[in-house]
């Protein structure tokens, strides 16, 4: 019996058919594995810290009474925590140790600090509605008699 | 050659070509992939400011206005104690000094015991006998280890124009 030539599939395009399957499999890998770390948004958090963890060194600094708002990215809202001398920054509200990102700070010990989460819900809203309305730290420094103080917010009013 | 030598032949160096590509690509993909954000240069910038601005720094302030005079320094001001306490670091995140000279004294190596040179420290102890020789090895040598973040200004101290040299320094 004679195979028709059109008919016949050789041993090389089965191996090249594998080769092409093992490759397919081995870039799906590497593109999920790259979409893990963006989805996580690790740099994001980071940044956020950091950048929180700089403003507040700024405060600390700076003499007299002072009132600064920061309004977090809509693209990228995270809940935000502010202790004394560290930022967390996290995807949840009970900021899990392996998805939250911190940052420290120096603070003063002659100026008492304090933190309200205004927030208080378990899920961020929306992007639509953080566009109107996005998530934002609110902090201020007053000095009363002689003593300083700052108080941080974290609202979306 | 039958069809399992066949498939042996093709597919051994085929599968450890396919791993070297895939662990060449996914170390380059790891290289590129940026998760970390390096402020410390900021930060140290920051940390020296606040030293200088804050009422509680080393400036003179007064206490009735509030207003601090950045570039007068205050003898009664320029301790560690205040130091550490206007930057209330965690112990092993920073250290720095501050090196008053009114003697213009050029020499970044003059040892602050010297004649006319005050100095004060953010954790003394850990900035002299371990970070500091650690630092001019890592400059030297490079890697991982203490980086350094010097920064001169020149103030008034004790009534006689000084140069202000301030070293932080911040694990890599």
Known sequence: MRYKKSQHVSTETVFAAIGFILAAFAIWGMFDAAKDVLDREALYKNYLARDLALIMDAIYAAPGDIGYTYTINPKHPFFVRIREGSIDVSGEQDFKQDETFSYRFATDKAISFQFTDSFGEEKLPEYDELLKNPMKIRINKKTDLGKAMIEAQYTQK | ?172
């Open chain 2, 1 to 172: 050659m039958t069809l399992s030598e066949k498939t042996i032949m093709w597919l051994v160096p085929n599968a450890v070509f396919l791993i070297i590509v895939l662990l060449a690509n996914t170390g380059v993909i790891l290289a590129f992939t940026a998760t970390n954000v390096d402020v410390k240069e900021t930060e140290a910038i920051i940390s020296t400011e606040r030293l200088h601005y804050s009422p509680n720094g080393i400036s003179k302030a007064d206490t009735e206005t509030g207003r601090v005079y950045t570039g007068l320094i205050s003898a009664e001001n320029f301790k560690n104690d205040r130091i550490e306490n206007t930057l209330a670091y965690e112990e092993g995140l920073a250290a720095a000094r501050i090196k008053a000279d009114t003697n213009g004294i050029e020499s970044k190596d003059i040892a602050c015991k010297a004649a006319g040179i005050s100095c004060a420290y953010l954790y003394e102890d850990k900035y002299e006998k371990e970070w500091v020789v650690l630092a001019l090895a890592s400059e030297k040598i490079g890697g991982k280890g203490i980086s350094a973040y010097p920064e001169q200004r020149t103030a008034i101290f004790e009534n006689k124009a000084a140069r202000l040299e301030t070293v932080v320094l911040m694990p890599k």
